[in-house]
């Protein structure tokens, strides 16, 4: 079954910096790659994915890539605002099976002022 | 108001009692799921149901149990079988074999 890991666990940046966190995935048949974000106490929400047939997706801030070959995948978030703590999960499926996701263990951001 | 809820948001068990965490949907999802969040160890699947009156076990079901006898619900219930109880739950639906998850706020559970 797919495997996904993540790193780092923990991430501390200054306000304005870049945010980048990594994600592998093990089975080469996965091919949606979603991100949720987690305030504290609430709960998960998308803010950005991509699919096997795109290596780089972009909305604002934040973008997505992908490496089909090394099997991972990255987001990255530019200028980065205290709003942006938050832990951060990315997930692997194979949707064309309706496989369910698998998530990774978390990236805990902090954006310090 | 679409969305999928959890209720109680906060609950506490005594040891050996069973407790049932609520999950509602109004989004006409067809598949629901039940996962565990613990520190540092992400989102573990207990279970899943893709369809009404049919469920399946995810990767730690041991020690919970569910049923889906409405599309909009999806209860979990934490039996006394359940050696570490406490952790908080999240729900979450989906248009089965689509793209993105809806969660619920959660459900923290802990064990008195």
């Known amino acids: 079954g797919e495997n996904v890991e993540q790193h780092p666990s923990t991430l501390s940046v200054q306000e304005g910096d870049s945010a980048v966190i990594k994600c592998t995935y093990s089975?080469?048949?996965?091919?949606?790659f979603p991100w949720y974000k987690q305030e504290l106490g609430k709960r998960p929400q998308l803010i950005i994915d991509?699919?096997?047939?795109?290596g780089e997706k972009k909305d604002q801030r934040i973008a997505v890539t992908l490496n089909k070959t090394a099997k991972h995948f990255s987001l990255h978030i530019t200028e980065t605002q205290p709003e942006d703590s938050a832990v951060y999960f990315c997930?692997?499926?194979?949707?064309?099976?309706?496989?369910?996701?698998?998530f990774g263990p978390g990236t805990r951001l902090s954006v310090l002022p | 108001d679409g969305g999928i809820t959890q209720s109680p948001k906060y609950l506490f068990r005594k040891e050996g009692q069973n407790v049932t965490l609520s999950c509602e949907q109004n989004?006409?999802?067809?598949?629901m799921y039940w996962y565990r969040q613990d520190p540092g160890q992400g989102l573990r699947l207990i279970y899943y149901?893709?369809?009404?009156?049919?469920?399946q076990k995810g990767d730690i079901a041991e020690g919970y149990s569910v049923s889906r006898e409405k599309k909009e619900s999806f209860p979990l219930t934490v039996t006394s079988a359940q050696k570490n109880p406490t952790a908080f739950y999240l729900c979450?639906?989906?248009?089965?074999?689509?793209?993105?998850?809806?969660f619920g706020q959660g459900t923290r559970l802990t064990v008195v």
């Open positions: 989004l006409n999802h067809d598949a």
């Open positions: 979450a639906s989906e248009i089965f074999g689509h793209t993105e998850a809806f």
């Open positions: 991509i699919r096997s047939n795109v």
């Open positions: 997930a692997a499926s194979n949707r064309n099976y309706g496989q369910n996701f698998v």
């Open positions: 089975d080469s048949a996965s091919n949606y």
């Open positions: 149901s893709q369809i009404v009156n049919d469920f």
